[in-house]
């Protein structure tokens, strides 16, 4: 248990749906990020938010939406997504946006794009 | 654009004998290096990490040597037990520390 939970595990969904990834963390972290994880692909980091602020959105599609409404609450919101979006998806936090200290993930959500 | 190469891609390990995996990196500027573990069904979580002003760090049987020079670092676990079977993930500061980018993973099979 690292302190940073994802909901839902897995999710299944059509291209024309709408869905949401939601986490949460009490560590009392600053920063969380959405990170991509593909088969046979490195971690990509996709948005980070520093004191609920948006500092960092890594190039991606505007079918991905994030919203953080407070330092615990992460959100991923999912529309007319494309099935190579299928991937996990990580929350994570950390003391500080700065790239030197640790990182603590979630368990991720195994999304299936349809 | 900065990245992290890391090899093998798989690795397979008699029980009790040394596993080592290495990564290397383009950002001559990058000064924090983690080491991440991920688990089946799990996120990754860190084990060890290293900074730029130490060559070698250790941590019972992990350890983490970092050549600056050469721009290469690796994970050396002693000893391997079967619950050291997972996927692991080197990482490199970017940007003046601002973030960091993962190598592609190892995944590292203990055989009984």
């Known amino acids: 248990e690292t302190g940073v939970t994802q909901t839902p595990r897995h999710l299944v969904m059509g291209m024309t749906n709408k869905k949401s990834l939601k986490c949460e963390q009490h560590?009392?972290?600053?920063?969380m990020y959405w990170y991509k994880q593909s088969a046979k692909k490195p971690l990509e980091l996709m948005f980070v938010?520093?004191?609920?602020?948006?500092?960092e959105n890594n190039s991606v599609p505007s079918r991905f939406s994030p919203e953080c409404p407070n330092s615990s609450h992460l959100f991923l919101h999912l529309h007319t997504l494309q099935p190579e979006d299928s991937a996990l998806y990580f929350c994570?936090?950390?003391?500080?946006?700065?790239?030197?200290?640790?990182?603590?993930f979630g368990q991720g959500t195994r999304l299936t794009v349809v | 654009g900065e990245n992290v190469e890391q090899h093998p891609s798989t690795l397979s390990v008699q029980e009790g004998d040394s596993a080592v995996i290495k990564c290397t990196y383009s950002d001559s500027a990058s000064n924090y290096f983690p080491w991440y573990k991920q688990e089946l069904g799990k996120g990754p979580q860190l084990i060890i990490d290293?900074?730029?002003?130490?060559g070698e760090k250790k941590d019972q049987r992990i350890a983490v040597t970092l050549n600056k020079t050469a721009k290469h670092f690796s994970l050396h676990i002693t000893e391997t037990q079967p619950e050291d079977s997972a996927v692991y993930f080197c990482?490199?500061?970017?940007?003046?520390?601002?973030?960091?980018?993962f190598g592609k993973g190892t995944r590292l099979h203990i055989l009984p």
């Open positions: 560590l009392g972290h600053n920063a």
């Open positions: 990482a490199a500061s970017i940007q003046g520390g601002d973030k960091i980018i």
């Open positions: 290293i900074r730029s002003n130490v």
């Open positions: 994570a936090s950390s003391p500080t946006s700065s790239g030197d200290t640790e990182a603590f």
């Open positions: 938010y520093n004191f609920k602020e948006q500092t």
